[in-house]
């Protein structure tokens, strides 16, 4: 799972489906450099582990069967704009 953006200052929203225990690599894919990114909302229900200014890794509980939420916000450039972005993730746990 990846997202990508057209343009820095847009939303955007992805979606992940694991398995209970499992984790997931989540790679941010934007247009230029990203100068830095934060967890912007932590998940309830796992652990998001940040590997790099544009990698994550999401983390799924034992046990646990359901959805969960986080999201990132990421800050930068390209040629013709920069800004922040917001990247809104769902996770499905079966």
């Known amino acids: 799972m990846s997202a990508t953006l057209a343009n820095w200052g ?3 929203t ?3 489906t694991i398995a209970p225990k ?3 690599q989540f790679p941010l ?3 230029g450099t990203i100068a830095s990114s934060e967890i912007s909302q932590k998940p309830g229900r ?3 582990k940040k590997i790099d200014t544009s990698t994550y890794q999401y983390s799924a509980k034992a046990r646990f069967k359901g959805t969960d939420t986080f999201a990132i916000t990421a800050t930068g ?3 013709k704009t920069s ?3 917001t990247i ?3 996770v499905t746990i079966k």
Do not use: M
């Open 88 to 90: 809104s993730v769902e």
């Open 14 to 16: 992805g979606f992940i």
């Open 46 to 48: 796992g652990k998001l």
């Open 83 to 85: 800004g922040s972005s």
């Open 22 to 24: 499992e984790s997931c």
């Open 29 to 31: 894919k934007l247009p």
């Open 10 to 12: 847009e939303k955007s």
């Open 77 to 79: 450039r390209d040629e």
